[in-house]
């Protein structure tokens, strides 16, 4: 249950007494805030009573009678109606008091941070900027199935080549007479070395992407040349041996004698190419 307030507010006579009882409880001058919520007052008059607290106190002048007009009902009546209002206004919306800080933090003042502490946290957050997390790579695919690819088709390339150098008059030879003369050499062998392992290298610097312009280009109509070439030979071949043929015709002769100087050519200008401009690379 709570008590209704007055319609006349306290006057300020009233308060001071009040005021300074206060005061020597806390032994210090209380602040307003602490006047308005004790005394129950407002913000205007709990700064009046501040100021005369501070003043020294008056000496009680001495009793006087003197005559005092009768006043106007209709004008004090309106007086104690604004003052009442006004009283009620500052009443109902008290300021904020402010919190109470701590012994330590009335002690320690408000120093602003050094330059110590700043560089202390920014190379945290240069490094985690700087160096973010790497990201996540998948396994790599394996590599063990092409070999399985491979080994028939290099043993049928590599019968294909050899059959038709020995069509086309490539056979045993002495390459060292005079020094190793029981050393043999069958040349047949050198057609798929050249052809099929300058098709594959071609191949993977074309599709590295990590080349310059003129050597990727080379090496693509290179690899897709000599991969045709080892095709049409490996046709060629089993046409002949299907129609029972023991020898080659001319102009096939002539085609297959020319495919290691080919071979030899192309890959030595392909080596040039990849050294005459390392820094011009295309994606």
């Given at each position: 249950?709570?008590?209704?307030?007055?319609?006349?507010?306290?006057?300020?006579?009233?308060?001071?007494?009040?005021?300074?009882?206060?005061?020597?409880?806390?032994?210090?001058?209380?602040?307003?805030?602490?006047?308005?919520?004790?005394?129950?007052?407002?913000?205007?008059?709990?700064?009046?009573?501040?100021?005369?607290?501070?003043?020294?106190?008056?000496?009680?002048?001495p009793v006087r009678l003197h005559l005092v007009s009768e006043p106007d009902s209709n004008d004090?009546?309106?007086?104690?109606?604004?003052?009442?209002?006004?009283?009620?206004?500052?009443?109902?919306?008290?300021?904020?008091?402010?919190?109470?800080?701590?012994?330590?933090?009335?002690?320690?003042?408000?120093?602003?941070?050094?330059?110590?502490?700043?560089?202390?946290?920014?190379?945290?957050?240069?490094?985690?900027?700087?160096?973010?997390?790497?990201?996540?790579?998948?396994?790599?695919?394996?590599?063990?199935?092409?070999?399985?690819?491979?080994?028939?088709?290099?043993?049928?390339?590599?019968?294909?080549?050899?059959?038709?150098?020995?069509?086309?008059?490539?056979?045993?030879?002495?390459?060292?007479?005079?020094?190793?003369?029981?050393?043999?050499?069958?040349?047949?062998?050198?057609?798929?070395?050249?052809?099929?392992?300058?098709?594959?290298?071609?191949?993977?610097?074309?599709?590295?992407?990590?080349?310059?312009?003129?050597?990727?280009?080379?090496?693509?109509?290179?690899?897709?040349g000599s991969l045709g070439l080892g095709a049409l030979g490996q046709v060629a071949y089993h046409?002949?041996?299907?129609?029972?043929?023991?020898?080659?015709?001319?102009?096939?002769?002539?085609?297959?004698?020319?495919?290691?100087?080919?071979?030899?050519?192309?890959?030595?200008?392909?080596?040039?190419?990849?050294?005459?401009?390392?820094?011009?690379?295309?994606?």
């Amino acid at each position: 249950m709570t008590t209704a307030k007055s319609a006349y507010p306290t006057p300020i006579e009233d308060l001071v007494p009040q005021a300074r009882q206060l005061a020597a409880d806390l032994g210090e001058l209380p602040s307003r805030n602490r006047l308005m919520s004790e005394l129950k007052i407002g913000a205007k008059k709990a700064n009046t009573v501040l100021n005369l607290l501070g003043e020294p106190t008056p000496e009680p002048d001495p009793v006087r009678l003197h005559l005092v007009s009768e006043p106007d009902s209709n004008d004090s009546a309106g007086q104690a109606a604004k003052l009442s209002a006004e009283d009620h206004a500052e009443e109902e919306i008290p300021e904020p008091e402010p919190a109470d800080p701590g012994p330590a933090e009335r002690d320690e003042p408000d120093t602003p941070a050094t330059d110590d502490q700043v560089e202390s946290v920014a190379p945290e957050q240069v490094s985690k900027i700087a160096s973010p997390e790497p990201p996540t790579v998948d396994k790599p695919v394996a590599r063990w199935p092409v070999l399985l690819l491979a080994l028939p088709a290099f043993v049928a390339i590599w019968s294909g080549w050899v059959g038709l150098g020995g069509l086309t008059g490539f056979g045993i030879v002495h390459p060292l007479p005079g020094i190793w003369d029981g050393f043999e050499l069958n040349t047949a062998i050198t057609l798929p070395i050249g052809v099929e392992t300058y098709a594959a290298y071609a191949l993977r610097v074309w599709l590295s992407g990590q080349v310059p312009h003129r050597a990727r280009r080379f090496a693509q109509v290179s690899a897709l040349g000599s991969l045709g070439l080892g095709a049409l030979g490996q046709v060629a071949y089993h046409l002949m041996t299907a129609a029972g043929m023991t020898a080659a015709p001319w102009w096939i002769t002539t085609l297959v004698a020319c495919l290691p100087v080919a071979v030899l050519g192309m890959g030595a200008a392909l080596t040039h190419l990849l050294h005459t401009d390392p820094t011009e690379v295309t994606p």
